[in-house]
């Protein structure tokens, strides 16, 4: 089974600055899916960004990038110029490929990263 | 955009209750989701459909069950509520991964259901 770590429960970053959230994932697949999805107080989680693992060019999304090492089997999530806004739970995630059968239907999540952002 | 709709933001139930958590989805979507968010966990799979009347076990299936009678309803259910049952539950759709554009197709999330129970 796959697994997704995200090693830091809790980050900060001044408003305007650039933060990196780490995650880190275990399979034995060629192929696969990764999201980060974001959570804020109001509880709706929201696609962030997302990452093919066949593609070698990382994903941006205005603000948000990712930095995907196949190898390392790590997918951070950067964010520059910092927001108010940007405050949430952050959550890293697997999904298999479709050949997994009913795993593919699913995504594995991190114990997600609590994202401050200081004014 | 899609909507998912969770009946309740807030619920509070007594130990031994029979207690239904409620989700609708406007979008078509085949696949539909229970997830269960608890702090330093994150969120693991209950249950999902992937279609009218199926459904497969997730992660942690014990103590609940789910119904899908509808295309755009998924219910879960929780028997007999224990109080190692108080989470968050999040429901969520996406289409099905049938197609080679749907494979990174992501999830639509509702709001979440804070269940207490007591």
Same mark, same amino acid.
């Given at each position: ?37 974001? %959570? ?28 995907? %090492? ?37 995504? #594995? ?6 994202? #401050?952002?200081?004014? | ?8 933001? /807030? ?23 229970? /997830? ?5 966990? =994150?969120? !693991?799979?209950?249950?999902?459909? /992937? ?11 014990? =103590? /609940? ?7 755009? !309803?998924? $219910? @879960?259910?929780?028997?007999?509520? $224990? ?6 539950? @999040?429901?969520?759709?996406?289409? !099905? ?7 990174? $197709?992501? @999830?639509?999330? =509702?709001? =979440? ?6």
């Amino acid at each position: 089974a796959q697994t997704v770590t995200q090693s830091q429960p809790e980050m900060s970053v001044q408003e305007a600055e650039t933060v990196t959230l780490s995650c880190t994932y275990d399979t034995s697949e060629s192929d696969y899916y990764l999201f980060w999805y974001k %959570q804020p107080p109001s509880r709706q989680m929201i696609l962030v960004i997302r990452q093919e693992a066949y593609k070698q060019q990382n994903a941006t999304e205005n603000r948000f990038s990712v930095n995907f %090492q196949k190898a390392a089997k790590s997918f951070s999530l950067k964010i520059s110029d910092s927001q108010l806004g940007d405050a949430a739970m952050y959550f890293c995630a697997y999904r298999s490929p479709l050949v997994s059968s009913g795993s593919a239907r699913q995504l #594995t999540f991190g114990s997600g990263t609590q994202l #401050t952002v200081l004014p | 955009d899609v909507k998912v709709t969770q009946s309740s933001r /807030y619920l509070v139930k007594r130990t031994g209750e029979k207690v239904f958590l409620e989700c609708v989805q406007d979008m078509d979507h085949e696949n539909m989701f229970w /997830y269960r968010q608890d702090p330093g966990l =994150g969120l !693991r799979l209950i249950y999902f459909s /992937y279609d009218v009347k199926m459904k497969e076990k997730g992660d942690i299936p014990e =103590g /609940y069950s789910v119904s899908r009678e509808k295309k755009e !309803r998924f $219910s @879960l259910i929780l028997e007999s509520a $224990s109080t190692n049952q108080t989470s968050m539950y @999040l429901c969520a759709s996406s289409l !099905r991964v049938r197609q080679a554009q749907n494979y990174n $197709s992501p @999830l639509h999330f =509702g709001n =979440g259901t804070r269940l207490t129970v007591t």
